[in-house]
């Protein structure tokens, strides 16, 4: 292993259409209180965009910056490395907010858990990190299954074969690499491995929908999942953090809700040491989800918190 000091920046928090909703705000007598919530500072906590993460690290190599020049001229942000975990439809908006708060200065690698809008619409926004006239242009890193490379050739043609560019803008420069759900592989040093789980089903023919989760160091990460196969949670176990999926507090078919994912959790033997639920729509509050989860502090029981829009963990 060659990094250190492995960091987790939550981008996002939210489900697919995020929160606060829109028709919430603009209905002529407003009544839903977490939208409400989100136009005070007091609630800023319940605005989750499209769930997402930064993986954040030191890597040995003591790399230079085209930007800035040589190393003993960077600050220790410069000489991290930073793997962004999906990049959905609101993107651009948690990059504009936290990138400057956290210091983030580069995307190195892109890992795509799915081929959901949610998960792969911001993909046109990385551009600015890439252009492909750009003077010593970079191309962006993404793994990715098979199934989100064969979705994105059909949405964004362009970024697969830029000769299927309309002209006359610029677009980003992808360097694409097909991962296999039952093989690890290293994104800049840091091993990944694939946590294959079930996100909901195709309504054409009852086959479950395939998510990719991912365990690197201690940590697994599983954003959108509806059930996890036990192959999967064999290799889940053992995390001394889980980032694990939680809608809200009732049953949905393609999420996990808030009660099914604190009993996942608390299946696994070991426990793991920490827990953060993503994925919240409107109907749940993050700060009376989160006040329950404090509550359920016992020495012992992995201790659960509802993960929140900027929120920074070392893992």
Same mark, same amino acid.
């Given at each position: 292993?060659? /990094?250190?000091? #492995?960091?987790?920046?939550? !981008?996002? +928090?939210? =489900?697919?259409? &995020?929160?606060?909703? $829109?028709?919430?705000? @603009?209905? /002529?007598?407003? #009544?839903?209180?977490?939208? !409400?919530? +989100?136009? =005070?500072?007091? &609630?800023?906590?319940? $605005?989750?965009?499209? @769930? ?264």
């Amino acid at each position: 292993m060659t /990094t250190t000091a #492995t960091e987790l920046i939550f !981008l996002g +928090t939210g =489900t697919s259409s &995020g929160v606060p909703s $829109i028709p919430c705000l @603009t209905k /002529t007598k407003p #009544t839903c209180k977490v939208c !409400l919530s +989100t136009l =005070t500072p007091e &609630g800023a906590r319940n $605005i989750k965009r499209n @769930t997402s993460a930064m993986v954040r690290f030191m890597h040995e190599d003591g790399r230079e910056s085209q930007e800035l020049g040589p190393v003993a001229n960077l600050d220790d942000h410069d000489l991290n490395r930073n793997i962004l975990i999906d990049c959905g439809k609101s993107y651009y908006e948690s990059a504009r907010q936290w990138f400057p708060k956290h210091g983030i200065r580069s995307v190195d690698a892109l890992v795509l858990t799915h081929g959901h809008a949610d998960a792969f619409f911001g993909l046109d926004d990385l551009r600015s990190w890439c252009l492909v006239d750009k003077e010593n242009s970079y191309s962006i890193p993404v793994y990715l299954d098979q199934a989100t490379m064969d979705t994105i050739a059909v949405t964004f043609p362009y970024m697969v074969d830029p000769s299927r560019a309309t002209g006359g803008g610029d677009i980003p420069s992808f360097t694409y690499h097909v991962i296999e759900h039952d093989k690890d592989f290293e994104v800049e040093g840091l091993k990944f491995t694939p946590l294959p789980v079930h996100h909901g089903i195709y309504m054409s023919t009852g086959e479950p929908f395939w998510s990719l989760g991912f365990r690197f160091h201690d940590l697994s990460w599983v954003s959108d999942c509806s059930s996890i196969p036990d192959t999967t949670t064999a290799k889940i176990r053992g995390s001394k953090v889980l980032v694990i999926d939680g809608l809200r507090e009732t049953t949905h078919p393609s999420h996990f809700s808030i009660p099914e994912a604190l009993e996942y959790t608390n299946s696994l033997d070991p426990k793991p040491e920490r827990a953060f639920i993503v994925g919240f729509c409107h109907s749940a509050d993050h700060y009376t989800e989160d006040k329950r989860m404090c509550a359920l502090d016992v020495k012992g029981a992995t201790e659960f918190r509802i993960a929140y829009d900027g929120q920074k963990i070392t893992i």
